[in-house]
C-alpha cells in the first residue's frame, strides 16, 4: 500500500506536468468554455465543477474571467464561488491524504507557511480567512498547503468561501467587461467597467487590512 501511494502520487506530478507542457490546454479550455455557453442552465453546474477540477492543477484565473464572460457579473461569481471551493476543497482532502508526504517535502523550507501553520495552531479559522483575504501564498499551492495544518474541514471550507469573495468579485468583472467590450454596449461598458474599479479598490483595501492583520498574528508575509 505504501508503495502504491507513492507511484500514484509519481502518476498524477507526471501527468500533470505533460498536460501543462505538451498538451493544448489553452484550447481545451476555450472548448470547454463554448460548449458551456450553449448548454442553458445546466452550464452554471458543469461550469462550477470543471472549474473545481481544472483549478487543482492550473490557475484558476483564466476560468474566473471566463465565468464573467459568459455568466455576468452575479452568475459568474456565484459559479465561480462553487468552483473554487470545491477546488480548494479537494486540495485540502488529497494534501491529508495521498498527497501529504509530497506537500510536506513542498513546504518544509517554506518560513512563510510555517509560520502560518503556527498561527493556525492559536488562532485557527481567523488566519486561513486572513490569507485567503491577503493573498499570501499563491491559490493552487495553499490549497493544498492549509491540508498539512490543524484546521478542520468545515471552518476551512467556511473561511475559505468567504475569503475568496473580494477576488472573485474582482476578476469576474474583467470577463464580465470584455464581454461588454466585444459586444459594443457602451453604456453597460462604462458601468461595468466603473464596477471593475470599484471591485479592485475594495479587493486591494481589504488585502492590506489582512496583511496587517497577518503580521500581528506573527506571520511577516515579506518572507
Not at 498538451?23 to 463554448?34: D, K, N, T
Not at 468552483?83 to 491524504?97: Q, V
Request: no cysteine; glycine share 10%; aromatic share 10%.
Amino acid at each position: 500500500m505504501r508503495y502504491a501511494k507513492v507511484v500514484l502520487v509519481a502518476l498524477i506530478v507526471v501527468a500533470g506536468g505533460v498536460a501543462l507542457h505538451f498538451l493544448p490546454i489553452g484550447a481545451w479550455l476555450m472548448r470547454f468554455q463554448s460548449y458551456v455557453r450553449d448548454a442553458g442552465p445546466i452550464g452554471y453546474v458543469v461550469y462550477a465543477l470543471g472549474y473545481g477540477l481544472i483549478a487543482l492543477v492550473i490557475p484558476g484565473s483564466v476560468l474566473t474571467i471566463g465565468a464573467g464572460a459568459i455568466f455576468g457579473i452575479v452568475g459568474g461569481t456565484l459559479v465561480v464561488l462553487v468552483g473554487a471551493t470545491l477546488t480548494s476543497t479537494i486540495a485540502f482532502i488529497l494534501a491529508r491524504t495521498i498527497l501529504r508526504r509530497r506537500i510536506e517535502r513542498i513546504t518544509a523550507k517554506n518560513a512563510k507557511f510555517k509560520a502560518v501553520d503556527r498561527a493556525i495552531t492559536r488562532e485557527g479559522t481567523k488566519i486561513v480567512l486572513l490569507v485567503r483575504l491577503a493573498a499570501v501564498f499563491p491559490y493552487t499551492l495553499v490549497n493544498y498547503a492549509f491540508g498539512l495544518t490543524g484546521i478542520r474541514l468545515a471552518p476551512y471550507v467556511g473561511a475559505t468561501a468567504i475569503g475568496i469573495l473580494p477576488g472573485t468579485i474582482a476578476f469576474v468583472y474583467i470577463g464580465a467587461a470584455a464581454a461588454s467590450a466585444a459586444a459594443q454596449d457602451r453604456t453597460k461598458l462604462v458601468f461595468t467597467i466603473a464596477g471593475l474599479a470599484v471591485a479592485f479598490a475594495v479587493s486591494i483595501f481589504v488585502a492590506r487590512i489582512a496583511h496587517r492583520a497577518i503580521q500581528r498574528a506573527g506571520v511577516d508575509d515579506s518572507a
